[in-house]
């Protein structure tokens, strides 16, 4: 049904990318037409970072820097407020020149033969670690005295500001983008029972080539949720503005985005140093078997675990990790992977 209710659509896909999304020479779901985004923004207080003469913040050791003068100085202010979000260690992963794949495994981008690791065997993951157990989220304001003086999150937030006239500047550290097709995540099944399949169909495809829809699906009614101006959108509405929300939109073609640039703090979204790589890795079209898929969540749940609790708590010891995770079967796991992987790329 695809070819002919969603010509359009379906004509953006590679090969590759249409095989990932097939199960015995079948598709069992609507392809993804763009990568899930994982963003990392470091927010920090505009009266601050010009006191501590910081111009700009592009690194973690830039934010490190402004971090330390904090906690020099300001004993009633937290350093930073940083969730261990998937977004963080795939930062954490790039900047080292690793790609993180699903189940927390990586390659080296540079290695065309792309041999994977766990990532918790990495410095990259060990140096994040012991970064995000120095400043635990869940003990950051206990009694109520403390307020944080800066923040890192998947998203640009405002939080209330540390004092009259301050403000939060927001600075980009990664734009990082996940396989487009991933089969388990929030996408686009079609019941087989299903009347009316040939209209989704053409609606998906009517999603994907019409700028009016990206603009009422994203921001609203024009002149009450935003304007026009000078070809840039203005938003009234705060939480339409939120980049993060707006990475979980529909399937909008890119095109859209840059005919249609917001204006506003959000745009600093966009401004990432080419070095962090905004691109698909390499391994884009690549999806692991459903039984492969089964033992990788394993891999997933222990991380998002350890993330939200000890992580979070300060109480994190990275050698009792990586043992926990050896029990997880992960030579077995990691074996299977590279053989799929090896697979797919002697079939490309």
């Not at 501590?52 to 020099?72: A, C, Q, W």
């Not at 985005?257 to 703090?265: A, C, D, N, T, V």
Request: net charge negative; glycine share 6%; charged share 25%.
């Amino acid at each position: 049904l695809l070819p002919s209710y969603a010509s359009r659509y379906i004509s953006d896909f590679s090969q590759d990318e249409l095989e990932s999304a097939m199960y015995y020479d079948r598709l069992y779901y609507i392809p993804k037409n763009e990568g899930n985004c994982n963003p990392l923004v470091a927010s920090t207080s505009k009266k601050l970072t010009k006191k501590y003469g910081i111009e700009k913040i592009e690194t973690l050791e830039d934010l490190s820097r402004y971090i330390r003068m904090v906690e020099k100085e300001n004993a009633k202010l937290y350093p930073v407020e940083c969730y261990p979000s998937p977004g963080f260690w795939e930062f954490l992963a790039t900047r080292d020149g690793y790609v993180l794949c699903d189940g927390y495994m990586v390659y080296r981008r540079d290695d065309p033969e792309m041999k994977l690791m766990p990532f918790e065997e990495t410095e990259a993951f060990r140096n994040g670690a012991l970064f995000l157990n120095s400043y635990p989220v869940n003990i950051l304001n206990p009694t109520g005295e403390l307020k944080a003086a800066s923040y890192v999150r998947s998203y640009v937030w405002d939080a209330p500001p540390l004092s009259e006239g301050d403000s939060w500047l927001h600075w980009p550290l990664y734009l990082g983008i996940h396989l487009n097709n991933v089969p388990l995540g929030t996408w686009c099944f079609i019941s087989s029972k299903s009347q009316h399949a040939k209209e989704i169909l053409q609606l998906i495809d009517w999603l994907n080539t019409s700028p009016d829809s990206y603009l009422l699906l994203n921001y609203g009614f024009e002149g009450t949720d935003y304007t026009i101006e000078k070809g840039e959108i203005v938003p009234k509405t705060d939480w339409l503005t939120s980049w993060y929300l707006k990475k979980l939109s529909l399937p909008f073609k890119s095109e859209f985005r840059q005919m249609f640039p917001e204006k506003g703090s959000s745009t600093t979204s966009y401004n990432f140093n080419s070095y962090y790589g905004s691109s698909f890795p390499p391994h884009n079209g690549f999806s692991p078997s459903l039984d492969l898929r089964a033992e990788l969540i394993k891999r997933n749940k222990a991380f998002l675990e350890m993330g939200n609790g000890r992580l979070s708590y300060g109480s994190f010891d990275i050698n009792e990790f990586k043992d926990e995770m050896k029990r997880l079967d992960t030579q077995y796991i990691l074996k299977k992977f590279q053989d799929e992987l090896d697979q797919w790329r002697r079939n490309r």
